[in-house]
């Protein structure tokens, strides 16, 4: 049974950064807002929301809002919603196609 669900996901694709997803964790009945999907080589992770700040030499930075205390745990996680994240966009891609071949019937 899938256990996580993509509510939205947003592509960006810029530099290391594939997009932005907002997630649904189906046993705890929790909405996450703002993961950050990062590719980079053959390596992929997902960062969870996060608050920009500027530190005091004026570097800009970002504070984890949540965390998991365990790192392998946060991994499992992470690639449990990158997986989610792969069938939503199959599954987009799948519902464009079909609306776009609704739109090519002629009736006549």
Same mark, same amino acid.
């Given at each position: 049974?899938?256990?996580?669900?993509?509510?939205?996901?947003? =592509?960006?694709?810029?530099? $290391?950064?594939?997009?932005?997803?907002?997630?649904? /964790?189906?046993? &705890?009945?929790?909405?996450?807002? +703002?993961?950050?999907?990062?590719?980079?080589?053959?390596?992929?992770?997902?960062?969870?929301?996060? =608050?920009?700040?500027?530190? $005091?030499?004026?570097?800009?930075?970002?504070?984890? /809002?949540?965390? &998991?205390?365990?790192?392998?745990? +946060?991994?499992?996680?992470?690639?449990?919603?990158?997986?989610?994240?792969?069938?939503?966009?199959?599954?987009?891609?799948?519902?464009?196609?079909?609306?776009?071949?609704?739109?090519?019937?002629?009736? &006549?």
């Amino acid at each position: 049974m899938k256990k996580i669900f993509i509510i939205n996901f947003k =592509r960006v694709d810029k530099g $290391s950064l594939v997009g932005f997803a907002d997630i649904f /964790i189906a046993a &705890f009945g929790m909405e996450m807002y +703002g993961c950050s999907f990062f590719m980079k080589n053959s390596q992929e992770w997902l960062s969870l929301p996060s =608050r920009e700040y500027t530190d $005091s030499e004026g570097i800009k930075k970002y504070a984890p /809002i949540v965390r &998991f205390k365990d790192k392998a745990k +946060g991994d499992e996680f992470g690639k449990l919603v990158i997986e989610a994240i792969r069938d939503w966009e199959l599954q987009q891609a799948g519902a464009k196609k079909e609306e776009d071949d609704d739109n090519n019937f002629l009736p &006549f």
